[in-house]
């Protein structure tokens, strides 16, 4: 059984099939950094404009490399929310018309469950359930997973998530986007940690984040400083040790209200090497069970979206209609 996954929730066009025997057979993204490069993010308009100029291609391109036939495609899976509108149309639109064309039935996908299990694909993957750390540019959250469909929302950002607050700070640095990147870049230059910087909420015993208060510290700690190269290092540094504690804290909390010793964290932010390091540390403290995603799998991708979409296929969970709907702020 082969399943097509799209998503175009933001600013990148993933285009995937997983295939029930090989796992996940093709993964194509087409990501749009170059042109939001010098806006310090995503701008709506040309995200769209931009999906509509590389989806059929891409998928062609899908179709190609992975060596199948468009016929041998059984469902079609799309993220239909959260994200950007107009993003979210231009996927949605596209997999009901294929599903038209092909007479094959389409399964709408949740974003964020996409990143939740995208560290079950071609991986060694939790057993259920688990607590999911979600970081991306659009989210931070805590979720308890007992199964495919089974979530319950244990904390989430009050304001900023963590991508966010890189992308703002890298702007403010002069760093360029996207942010966690850069910021990372830098850090690897420090060796001090000169700037100490509040953990917001991490003495609130809920599982809640806040980053809005970090961000406006930091800027004006910007505003008020001559900016030189060590400067701009020892802020990156106090920044992403600040943010790694603070997710490492709620995260440590989150296992042990609800003793369960198996976490998973996902989303762009998961790429970051040094929060790999800290949070592996888990394992030997607390006999705690630690997955993430291949880098591949981390920012949005198709991969994921057609992952669950098979889960989703097997259970009859079906979208059976020609009726675009999307949802901008759905959470889980």
């Known amino acids: 059984m082969k399943i097509l996954g799209i998503e175009t929730s933001c600013d990148e066009t993933g285009i995937a099939i997983y295939d029930s025997k090989k796992l996940l057979i093709c993964n194509e993204i087409y990501s749009q950094i170059i042109i939001h490069k010098n806006f310090g993010g995503p701008v709506p308009?040309?995200?769209?404009?931009?999906?509509?100029?590389?989806?059929?291609?891409?998928?062609?391109?899908?179709?190609?490399?992975?060596?199948?036939?468009?016929?041998?495609?059984?469902?079609?899976?799309?993220?239909?929310?959260?994200?950007?509108?107009?993003?979210?149309?231009?996927?949605?639109?596209?997999?009901?018309?294929?599903?038209?064309?092909?007479?094959?039935?389409?399964?709408?996908?949740?974003?964020?469950?996409?990143?939740?299990?995208?560290?079950?694909?071609?991986?060694?993957?939790?057993?259920?359930?688990?607590?999911?750390?979600?970081?991306?540019?659009?989210?931070?959250?805590?979720?308890?997973?007992?199964?495919i469909g089974f979530y319950k929302i244990l904390g989430e950002t009050l304001d900023d998530s963590t991508g966010e607050i890189l992308d703002k700070i890298s702007k403010l640095l002069n760093l360029g986007y996207p942010g966690?990147?850069?910021?990372?870049?830098?850090?690897?230059?420090?060796?001090?940690?000169?700037?100490?910087?509040?953990?917001?909420?991490?003495?609130?015993?809920?599982?809640?984040?806040?980053?809005?208060?970090?961000?406006?510290?930091?800027?004006?700690?910007?505003?008020?400083?001559?900016?030189?190269?060590?400067?701009?290092?020892n802020i990156a540094y106090s920044l992403q040790e600040t943010i790694i504690d603070t997710l490492f804290i709620k995260c440590f909390r989150a296992i042990e209200f609800n003793k369960i010793n198996n976490l998973s964290i996902s989303g762009g932010v998961s790429i970051n090497k040094k929060l790999k390091i800290k949070f592996l540390q888990l394992i030997k403290k607390n006999k705690t069970n630690i997955f993430f995603p291949k880098n591949s799998l981390c920012t949005d991708n198709g991969g994921m979206i057609s992952f669950v979409g098979y889960q989703k296929f097997i259970m009859n969970n079906l979208d059976n209609n020609n009726k675009i709907n999307i949802n901008t702020k759905i959470k889980i």
């Open 180 to 233: 966690g990147k850069e910021i990372e870049k830098k850090s690897k230059k420090n060796i001090n940690n000169y700037y100490n910087f509040p953990k917001p909420l991490t003495k609130n015993k809920n599982l809640n984040f806040s980053f809005s208060g970090l961000k406006t510290h930091i800027k004006n700690i910007i505003n008020k400083t001559n900016l030189n190269k060590n400067i701009i290092e």
């Open 45 to 147: 308009e040309l995200s769209s404009r931009d999906h509509i100029q590389k989806i059929i291609p891409l998928f062609l391109k899908t179709i190609k490399n992975s060596s199948i036939k468009i016929y041998d495609i059984i469902a079609i899976s799309y993220t239909y929310g959260p994200g950007l509108s107009g993003s979210l149309m231009i996927g949605t639109s596209f997999a009901k018309s294929l599903s038209y064309k092909l007479k094959i039935p389409t399964i709408k996908i949740n974003h964020l469950e996409g990143h939740i299990f995208s560290s079950f694909i071609n991986n060694k993957k939790p057993k259920f359930p688990f607590i999911s750390l979600i970081i991306s540019g659009g989210h931070t959250m805590l979720i308890k997973i007992e199964k």
